[in-house]
């Protein structure tokens, strides 16, 4: 706790709080329209991330205008794509809609903007910006914080620590979507597994993470997982490693190809094969979000409420019933109804950036680190292949996402400015 009450530790606890959020409100929140949610649970859970918000630039302001710590203008520039991308959905919302429909994408790109605010200005506070630190201070509670409030409340409060889903209990519940706590503890572990020292914590966090992600019941978290764990263990694992790695894959295969019926019937959570096929109805999503994009191919449909409106409507026409989908379940897709072409080239410049801030951090950072870092972004990535990361409201994967991606350009930044100093 110490870290949170020395200089600039204060903002890097309203960083963890909005990374975190409240609990709950990711549940319903993708689905609620603007007015709709007046008189249900969602009110609660709506006004809680209101006061949130509010709470954290109250203070904020208060301690940047008292405070010594200001913006540093290269921090600054490295965000800058991501500063015009939600600038851009706030002011096209402006223009796309009216009245209270307005209300949703300017509270949500305005909550974007804070929170960029917030951590580009703990960066600017950093002197040395050493991974070990920065993982320690952010990343851990970011990763711990969620599980922790998840399994604490299990006993107690079991009807808000998972839920059920056609007959199948699912860890997560109304805390927090399973999709996104299996999408956590799926990174949770690789930071067990490859940053903490070892011993029994370590054999028991990683313990704990693996039956948090199983028991979310989230096909996509298990399957990006299942694919990740070989690239680190081929990356950073010792020779008997190895081994038991590629021993352990090849039983993988074998149990799948003698119980391929069996695997099947589970995945498809009681709803048959074709649940499965189509992703619980992602591919006629994906259909629909194409048909709309052709439609408005340069502006989209404007941020969180355009996709909102126009996509239920489409998705229930193509898949013949009705379908009562709010986003488009991929990133890129959904930034094409979001902000059309714009919005999709400033998001590929922000992937590219992250790739190549990715590599070069190989040779700064110590191989485990890099191995983590790698993994943990493509868990994130590739979480954004079915769910939303950048493109809808403030949550874990792309909250992370654009941390990790600030403190790898400013890390590299310092290395670089260190050694023409030297």
């Not at 399957?223 to 764990?229: A, G, V």
């Not at 680190?232 to 391929?260: D, E, F, P």
């Not at 994130?380 to 991606?405: D, K, M």
Request: glycine share 8%; proline share 3%; with cysteine.
């Amino acid at each position: 706790m110490k870290i949170y009450f020395r200089q600039g530790g204060i903002y890097l606890f309203f960083l963890v709080l909005l990374t975190v959020g409240v609990p709950g409100l990711s549940v319903v929140d993708q689905f609620a329209r603007a007015g709709e949610v007046a008189d249900s649970e969602a009110s609660v859970q709506v006004a809680l991330r209101v006061f949130l918000n509010l709470f954290c630039l109250s203070v904020f302001s208060i301690f940047f205008i008292v405070g010594k710590i200001r913006l540093k203008k290269k921090v600054c520039a490295f965000a800058l794509p991501y500063i015009l991308l939600f600038a851009y959905y706030f002011f096209s919302s402006f223009f796309l809609f009216s009245g209270a429909d307005k209300l949703v994408p300017l509270y949500r790109a305005f909550e974007w903007l804070l929170f960029m605010l917030i951590a580009l200005l703990w960066l600017s506070s950093l002197e040395e910006a050493r991974f070990d630190s920065f993982h320690r201070n952010y990343l851990k509670p970011a990763l711990l914080l969620p599980l922790s409030i998840v399994l604490l409340a299990v006993i107690p409060l079991p009807e808000l620590a998972y839920g059920m889903t056609h007959g199948n209990i699912r860890l997560g519940g109304f805390l927090f979507h399973p999709n996104r706590l299996g999408v956590i503890a799926a990174c949770a572990f690789l930071y067990s597994y490859l940053l903490l020292p070892n011993g029994w914590k370590k054999a028991a966090s990683m313990i704990c993470t693996l039956l948090v992600l199983l028991f979310t019941y989230s096909r996509g978290a298990i399957i990006i997982f299942s694919l990740t764990i070989p690239l680190v263990i081929l990356l950073v694992g010792g020779r008997y490693q190895r081994i038991i790695g590629l021993i352990v894959m090849l039983t993988g295969i074998v149990v799948l190809v003698i119980y391929s019926d069996e695997i099947v019937s589970l995945m498809s959570r009681g709803q048959g094969v074709s649940n499965v096929t189509s992703g619980s109805g992602r591919s006629e999503i994906w259909k629909a979000s194409f048909d709309l994009i052709k439609e408005s191919p340069i502006l989209g449909y404007g941020f969180i409420n355009g996709s909102k409106f126009a996509l239920p409507d489409a998705v229930s026409w193509t898949a013949g019933f009705e379908f009562p989908a709010a986003h488009a379940h991929n990133d890129l897709l959904q930034s094409l109804l979001n902000g059309g072409v714009i919005a999709l080239v400033v998001t590929l410049f922000i992937y590219g950036s992250l790739g190549f801030s990715l590599v070069k951090a190989r040779h700064l950072l110590s191989r485990r680190e890099h191995v983590f870092v790698v993994a943990l972004v493509i868990q994130l990535l590739f979480s954004g292949l079915t769910e939303l990361s950048l493109q809808g409201v403030l949550v874990f994967p792309g909250a992370v996402l654009f941390v990790i991606h600030m403190y790898l350009l400013t890390y590299i930044n310092s290395k670089k400015s260190r050694s023409l100093n030297a």
